[in-house]
């Protein structure tokens, strides 16, 4: 067919039925009758085939073809070359197409994994046959992929669900966690507060707080103390174990001399030796470098590693030494205490730093302890970044080594020499008390009311010790142990006591202050008492059984000057009472020269904190007072007479300017300069207070037969700069302004104008009600170094009752005189100045206005100027 192009649908009718007719005839030649079932034979056969041939032939030859021939004639059937080309290329064309699409398609799924995409389909040809099974697996695709994110959400449910279960078992198990550190804690406070009972007192006891005790009793008290203090200090081993297993642990490392500590380490174990025939030997040379690390931490190591030297070796040697090791990576110091003690089975040394593991088990009945040393001592290596380990032979020994970083060189510079640091959780050797001790406190006539106050003379010199503390035993160890050094004692059992003692006039030097409290615990205390008191003017020391380090700073933090755990050492504690105090004295004698006040308002803590050309700007009073005539009253008084009395008066004077909030910026002989940075009614009130002494103190010199003392006092209210002037070897403190000159002005105005108190305009509006106190305007003058005039006024408070009320009585009329001398009325104004003069002829004020007045009525137009004073008239 290809051959003759046989394609169209005439020539294909004539081709295919003779093909068909070939394919007849052949099965009636060549078949098999039986299979035909036609029941005829094989000539029969040929002949019905034959007869069916015929008859297509007739109508395909005989009707069909001539039909489509005279069709084909007039309307062709058959296609054009070229139209066959552009169809057959067409074909061609949407083949490669439709494979086209598709890999698009395909490219798409692979680049998005968007599993809903799908092919278009033809299904009459070959590669929509493709598409048709692409798309299929498509479906299965998308199908198991819903699948298995629906499994997978499904998963991430259970998985967040158990993960929630998870975290509220790790939440549960970090509240245990917490609560058994609390119960740790309580346990602590509550075993620490008896204890500091029992140890204290058998101390005093053994100090003869009681009178001179036997021997023998003297041993047993030794023996409860000993015995205390060693309950205490496996208190602080399973303390220190909870806070290392946290990670809760703070170092302070610091460039630290080796041999310089093992010294005092040694030293302090001497007495676990006791009698046994053991040495103790500093083997660390001078020449190794220093280490980095914390110095009481590595006290505490080291003390463990002895302390458990000695436990396990009756006699020989026991040494420390150190090396440089160049194995590490970094350069590191090994050290190592060996001793020539018992030795460690080797099935043990993979167990000796684990928590309550020993050696061996009759140690602690042996020695006492909790098996924590050693693990603990691991724990607190570590935390340097260091390396523990031991090497054991029994019956030879046993060395522990461990490492320490070396010091970097920034730190070589400031290396620090150990010393005694604070006392370390040694477990002593001597065998528990096994005697019961009953000790009725509730009955015992020893035990002092809480709130009972030493009653102290105003003469006594002794220092003020006020104890704080809501445990009556601890009370009476803290008066047992102050009683020895003859202090004056209050006792305090809260917080509300502390206030109520000091309010009754008890004014301590120290307090011991206990922490946990009913209603007010001894932070809440510390702060109120800093809001009045600073830490140099009363000294706080905390005494508490809460060790860890939030407590210490907390309690530094509220303004605590130290801080001790219970129990107390009785010797450190004294040690430290007796520093604090010494240091309280120090700053109380430098406040006689640098007052606390002004170091508030240059906003410093202490003296040594000040430099040179410290200042600030403030507004406040200012007052001068000066005794007048003092250069002829002196004349009259030998040198030692003079400071006797300028001494005894400024005695009577300086309480006025303390009570009334202010202070004493300076003594220039017998001179007052003193500050106010509150409100101007301090400094009135001040001055107020100050003539009314002044007039007790003539009447007790008149009745010894001396003379009396008069003095003026002037007040300005305005800025001032406070600071330090000087050079670098010698400093003072002083206030420079203008407020500050123009108050010495107005006091030297007291002598022109006779009376004892003037104060400045700006001083009065500054008083909250000037209606409170008596006084009048008694001129407006130019002083030295103003141009404008200043108005001054007279306060007489002070005055005797008549004197005050016929000023009083004449203010208006004394006034409105004044008004008219400055308006140059001179004839009303002298009428007005007479009047007062008939009520009070003494008035040197309205004399002077007078005499002025008249002068000026006589001389008009001339000046009369008195001495440094000039009327704004003129």
Known sequence: LERYRVDDAVDAIAVHGGSGAWGTLAVALFGQSSLLGTGLSPISQLLVQFLGIGVCFFWAFGVSYWLLRGINRWFPLRVSAEAEDIGLNYAEHKAKTDAYELLKIMDEHARTKDLSL?????????????????????????????????FNTQLEARVQSRTMELAQANANLQQLDRLKDE????????????????????ESLIDGITGKLSQATRENLSLIVVSGRRLSNLINDILDFSTLRQHAITLQPKSIALRELADIVLALSEGLVRHRPLQLVNGITNDLPPVQADENRLQQIL?????????????????????????????????????????????????????????????????????LGLAIT????????????????????????????????????????????????????????TDPINLDLANSDHVLSPTAVTEVDEADQRFKILIVDDE?????????????????????????????????????????????????TGYEVTRRLREKFSPNELPILMLTAKNQVTDLIEGLETGANDYLAKPVAKNELLARIKTHLRVSQLSVAYSRFVPHEFLQLLEKDSILDVN??????????????????FTALSEQMTPAENFRFINDYLSHMEPAIVENGGFIDKYIGDAIMALFPGDADNALQAAITMLRNLDAYNRDRIAKGYF??????????????????????????????????LAARIEELTKQY?????????????????DNYAYRLVDRVKVRGRTEPVSIFEVFNADPDALRNKKLQLKTVFETALARLNLKEYGAALQGFETCLEEIPEDVVSIRHRDFCRQQLRELGKSAPWKDIQRRSD
């Open 612 to 629: 040179l050309g410290d200042q600030t700007q403030q507004e406040m009073s200012v007052l001068f007072a000066d005794i007048r005539n």
């Open 183 to 202: 119960f740790l804690a309580n346990t602590s406070h509550e075993l620490r507060t008896p204890l500091n009972g029992i140890i204290g007192i058998a």
């Open 118 to 150: 799908r092919v278009p389909v033809d299904h009459f040809t070959e590669v929509g046959h493709i598409a048709t099974r692409y798309n299929q697996v498509m479906n299965s695709l998308e199908d198991y992929a819903k699948r298995l994110e629906t």
């Open 378 to 433: 691991r724990q607190l290596v570590e935390s340097h970044d260091g390396n523990i380990w031991v090497e054991s032979s029994v019956g030879v020994g046993s060395q522990f080594h461990f490492t320490l970083p070396l010091a970097t060189s920034t730190d070589v510079a400031a290396i620090d020499t150990p010393v005694l640091s604070e006392p370390f959780h040694l477990s002593t050797l001597e065998p528990l008390a």
């Open 754 to 770: 006779e009376v004892p108190l003037l104060i400045s305009r700006d001083t009065l509006i500054r008083l909250q009600n000037p």
């Open 472 to 520: 009556p035993v601890n009370l009476r160890v803290l008066q047992n142990h102050l009683a020895l050094e003859n202090y004056a004692i209050a006792q305090a059992t809260s917080g509300k006591d502390v206030f109520q003692i000091i309010e009754r006039g008890f004014q301590p030097d120290l307090i011991l202050l206990d922490v946990m409290m009913p209603h007010m």
């Open 708 to 741: 009396s003392v008069y003095n003026g006092i002037g007040i300005n209210f305005g800025p001032m700069m406070l600071g330090t002037v000087g050079g670098p070897s010698h400093m003072d403190s002083t206030v420079i302004s203008d407020t500050v000159n």
């Open 303 to 371: 003390h463990n590693l002895i302390g458990n030297a000695v436990k396990f070796t009756e006699s020989g040697t026991i040494t420390i030494s150190a090396a440089v090791s160049e194995a590490a990576p970094e350069k590191k110091m090994v050290i190592t205490v060996a001793d020539t003690g018992m030795g460690i089975p080797a099935e043990k040394l993979t167990r000796i730093f684990e928590s309550f593991e020993q050696a061996d088990g009759s140690i602690s009945r042996q020695y006492g302890g909790t098996g």
